[in-house]
């Protein structure tokens, strides 16, 4: 008894599988600027901050690791409203991915500045820069050129568990499948198609970051 | 009356927690397993099987954990199979983890010396004997490491199975949140417990990754 | 007949050819001395006798086996050729005896008691017999490659391969390894060395081949050649090496 896949089923909600993907491509795109500009804070803060400061940032880094992401969003989405701040579902998602990106990425750029040799700062130093200065032109430089291809996987993998965002009913991929299926009622065909459109723009998103990376990041 | 309904909470969180903690370690362990399967693939040199496995691990690394789920829960009812959430999330969780693992394994064998696969070879031993007796012993001590860390990511991963509604601590804090409308405090001790399962292995996989470094 | 025939041997990575034309004859208990600058070949040349490189054209017979062609019996013939390497690639989760019984125990099916045996004589023959408990890394590198050297005798090969085995060791490490190689020269082993030891080339060696970028250059008895070089090339290396 072969089931026989439809495919074509699919080809009247092209446009509701394009809204997603839209939405998914954006999310992933302001929260990974956004996250990686508060990991670099974060591993700023880290390495170069007072002892008080690094210790929150090291709590911030361990419980967002140690902790689903879906809980996380849940958390922002539920159960700030208790406490007074209400969210709509675009923006708890995109709070939920920056904070989640953001402490993956302290880690991973706090590893990349803590190898930078400290003659490097030195010289810098020597040099009458100011130590904003020094962090900004040499040891931030030097420190995402090494840590790039793995700060560009946790983009991915981040990208990847966006698809979450569609239980608190943000409009992204996972949502439109989620609306497609359960309207034609064939769901292994719609979260397949689904899958390999996350996959191809896994790759996609995986060429372009090697890209920027070689262009912009790496240091020769 | 405040206090018995957090501890009721508390209550029904944990035995929910007992779920999440039985289907990390089954998922681990088989997904240890089929990754090991895949791990002799992967460097076996025969082009059609590390091809096969190449895009295997492509297909699970690079698609969501949840579209995995989803597909294993409506797939497997295609093969007239009786479904159930915990078989879904089962199979999920186990193809999901083989094929990090196997890539994590992949990187530890190749971080050996190559004299090593050529004085074994020189000794006219077979690719099989090499891994079982040259390499693998060597590769397994790097291994554990990124392994142990690698376990938190599967644990982490069971939450996903409560969308398909396995019942494990995320479902059961739903579930509770809905009876109880306090989320701030239901999702906040759901966090927690996913914490205490999390950061000791987490620090057991930084500390043994510290004495690695340090016996190199 | 010779127990190792390279006729013609051509080798090329990619557009760099690295052998071009090689041909050498090794009869038993010949110990061969293969010298020349970087680059010229030697190593690789070695690495194709026991299979570890591949070939575009050419020939190799050891001990009776085609080595290089599809239908090559690669174990069986690493059973006949053995290979000691340059950075001794000892297996340091195993101890030195450890190191000696695992290819005889896996590969030929020895017991355990044989294999043990088996490894005592070795290790003992290469002045090693209170260290079989050791560890890799709890020995100096000049007994490391005397444990490598008996590991690769532990299968009893007709044609043992010595590729630079003393260029990673310390100066004062070197002569134990050498005396090893030329106790066993003694024995009748047929040797082939890639070696820049030219003193040891002189007075061990029965033939020396001087390589210079993929061709042989020059090749017979070591006191002859040095007393009398033929080629400008081999003038000029033997006086870079003074």
Known sequence: ?220 | MYEFSVWLIVVNLLKAAEWTVILSLIAFVSGGAVGLILLFARTSHVPWLEGVTKVYIEFFQGTPLLMQLFLFFFGVALFGLEVSPWLAAWLALTFWTSAFLTEIWRGCVESLPKGQWEASSSLAMSYIEQMRYVILPQALRIAIPPTVGFSVQVIKGTALASIIGFVEVTKAGTMLNNATFRPFLVYSLVAAIYFCLCYPLSWYAKKLERRLNVAR | ?242
């Not at chain 3, 006949?80 to 019984?101: C, E, S």
């Not at chain 3, 044989?114 to 209170?130: I, Q, R």
């Not at chain 3, 003393?166 to 082939?192: F, H, Y």
């Open chain 3, 1 to 242: 007949m010779s127990l190792v025939s390279i006729r013609d041997l051509k080798k090329s990575y990619g557009p760099l050819d690295v052998l071009k034309g090689v041909s050498i004859e090794v009869a038993k208990g010949d110990v061969v001395a293969i010298i020349g600058r970087s680059g010229s070949g030697k190593s690789t040349l070695l690495r194709c006798i026991n299979g570890l490189e591949d070939y575009q054209s050419g020939a190799i017979i050891a001990d009776g086996i085609e080595v290089g062609s599809f239908k090559t019996n690669l174990r069986e013939l690493r059973k006949h050729v053995g290979m000691v390497f340059q950075q001794f690639n000892l297996f340091p989760h195993l101890t030195a005896a450890g190191n000696v019984m695992l290819a005889p125990t896996v590969v030929n099916g020895a017991s355990k008691a044989e294999a043990g045996a088996l490894a005592d004589e070795m290790l003992a023959k290469v002045g090693l017999s209170d260290k079989n408990d050791s560890y890799p890394s709890q020995l100096s590198g000049g007994q490391q490659q005397r444990v490598a050297i008996a590991r690769a005798l532990a299968m009893r090969p007709k044609v043992l391969l010595c590729d630079e085995i003393t260029s990673a060791l310390d100066p004062e490490l070197v002569n134990e390894v050498l005396r090893v190689v030329e106790q066993l020269a003694k024995e009748g082993m047929t040797l082939i060395l890639v070696t820049h030891e030219m003193r040891f080339a002189r007075d061990v060696g029965t033939k020396l081949v001087f390589m210079h970028y993929g061709r042989v250059h020059e090749e017979g008895p070591p006191k002859q050649l040095f007393a009398a070089p033929k080629t400008p090339e081999f003038t000029q290396f033997i006086s870079s090496i003074g």
């Open chain 1, 1 to 220: 008894m072969i089931y026989k896949l439809q495919f074509d089923s699919l080809l009247p909600y092209w446009t509701v599988l394009l809204q997603g993907l839209l939405f998914t491509i954006i999310l992933t795109t302001v929260s990974t600027a956004a996250g990686i500009a508060v990991g670099t804070a974060g591993a700023s803060a880290r390495v170069f901050g007072p002892r008080w400061l690094g210790r929150i940032v090291v709590g911030y880094v361990e419980i967002i690791r140690n902790t689903p992401f879906i809980v996380q969003l849940f958390f922002i989405y539920f159960g700030l409203p208790a406490a007074g701040i209400k969210l709509s579902e675009s923006v708890a998602a995109f709070l939920a991915m920056v904070i989640n990106l953001g402490a993956y990425s302290t880690e991973i750029i706090r590893a990349g500045i803590e190898a930078v040799p400290k003659g490097h700062l030195e010289a810098g130093s020597s040099l009458a820069m100011s130590r904003v200065e020094v962090l900004r032109y040499i040891v931030l430089r030097q420190a995402f050129a090494k840590v790039w291809p793995a700060l560009s996987s946790q983009i991915i993998i981040v990208m990847l568990g966006s698809s979450v965002v569609s239980q608190i009913s943000a409009q992204d991929l996972t949502y439109a499948a989620n609306f497609i299926q359960s309207r034609n009622f064939r769901a292994f065909e719609v979260y397949l198609v689904a899958a390999l459109i996350y996959l191809s723009l896994a790759i996609a998103v995986r060429a372009l970051l090697r890209a920027i990376g070689h262009r912009f990041v790496s240091v020769r």
